[in-house]
């Protein structure tokens, strides 16, 4: 046990006093009230030739006069130290390939900046935060399985054809767009195998450029999702993410930068789907819309 004299005792609580009164300083110090801005969600507004408007935005990256506060999971109450008007600026942002620790701003997305007077203490909502893609941003494939011809097909492999399905129980909606069919996939034999690629060869842009597949989807077996591609005379067939079983439609940005950055002379760039039915399991119930190839 430790005994205090009254010298020690004196000088410890002096120190007590100093410590606290800090603390009570800083807790009080006007400079660390922040004014807080409110972010419930970022929308997508798309023209006809960018596909629909679906977006899965889960993040708003938030800057004040380009100064990054943080990155903010929606809907978000964003602390900012500062106050009265100032220049603010959200960058959407997405999970790629889904996946939570790969949080990152969207590049296709336009910045949403406005200018707003903040107040110490209090809440300002940011109402309206709607984006667009930019304007350099081009889409060599779009495909909503709403016309007659598909540009999806299957391989020789697969042992399953693709459906187009109307029922509006079933097909993927979206609030305020014409959206007529979906592509359905079935699969009943334990044998069964599914394989579709786009009938398509497209030329992916080097130096590192992104490069997205957007797609909607939803399925009760793991679907494999990747590409073909041309390499020094081999066709290479390069699977890159396993979308997980959902039973409600879903929305996932898939990172296909990677076999083009690994590979500068790729060419002839073809996307895939696939899966095989497991054993023993119900059948393999597939529902794809509104795929989408995205660079600049």
């Known amino acids: 046990?430790?005994?205090?004299?009254?010298?020690?005792?004196?000088?410890?609580?002096?120190?007590?006093?100093?410590?606290?009164?800090?603390?009570?300083?800083?807790?009080?110090?006007?400079?660390?009230?922040?004014?807080?801005?409110?972010?419930d969600q970022i929308t997508l507004t798309s023209t006809?030739?960018?596909?629909?408007?679906?977006?899965?935005?889960?993040?708003?990256?938030?800057?004040?006069?380009?100064?990054?506060?943080?990155?903010?999971?929606?809907?978000?109450?964003?602390?900012?130290l500062k106050e009265g008007n100032q220049n603010i600026t959200i960058r959407p942002g997405i999970k790629i390939n889904g996946i939570a620790n790969t949080r990152s701003i969207y590049p296709f997305f336009t910045d949403i900046e406005r200018s707003i007077t903040l107040v110490k203490d209090s809440v300002i909502n940011?109402?309206?935060?709607?984006?667009?893609?930019?304007?350099?941003?081009?889409?060599?494939?779009?495909?909503?399985f709403d016309f007659s011809g598909l540009t999806l097909d299957t391989t020789s492999k697969s042992t399953v054809g693709i459906e187009k399905i109307s029922d509006p129980n079933l097909i993927f909606q979206q609030p305020g767009e014409n959206n007529n069919y979906s592509a359905f996939i079935r699969l009943p034999a334990d044998s069964s195998i599914f394989e579709a690629v786009s009938t398509q060869k497209y030329g992916f842009p080097g130096n590192g450029t992104a490069i997205?597949?957007?797609?909607?989807?939803?399925?009760?077996?793991?679907?494999?999702?990747?590409?073909?591609y041309s390499l020094s005379g081999i066709r290479v067939q390069r699977p890159l993410l396993i979308l997980n079983k959902?039973?409600?439609?879903?929305?996932?940005?898939?990172?296909?930068?990677?076999?083009?950055y690994e590979n500068p002379s790729a060419t002839e760039f073809q996307i895939f789907f696939g899966t095989e039915k497991e054993d023993g399991t119900d059948d393999a119930l597939i529902y794809l819309d509104n795929i989408k190839l995205v660079h600049f």
């Open 212 to 228: 997205f597949l957007e797609v909607n989807y939803k399925t009760n077996h793991d679907l494999v999702v990747g590409v073909f």
């Open 246 to 260: 959902t039973d409600i439609w879903n929305k996932i940005y898939v990172n296909l930068t990677v076999p083009k």
């Open 48 to 80: 006809y030739d960018q596909g629909t408007s679906s977006e899965k935005i889960t993040d708003a990256w938030v800057y004040v006069d380009e100064t990054l506060i943080g990155a903010f999971e929606l809907p978000a109450t964003v602390p900012i």
């Open 1 to 39: 046990m430790r005994i205090f004299t009254g010298s020690a005792l004196f000088f410890t609580l002096l120190i007590l006093t100093i410590t606290l009164a800090s603390g009570c300083e800083k807790k009080n110090d006007p400079d660390l009230i922040p004014s807080y801005l409110q972010i």
């Open 126 to 144: 940011f109402t309206d935060a709607n984006t667009t893609y930019k304007s350099n941003v081009t889409f060599p494939w779009l495909e909503d």
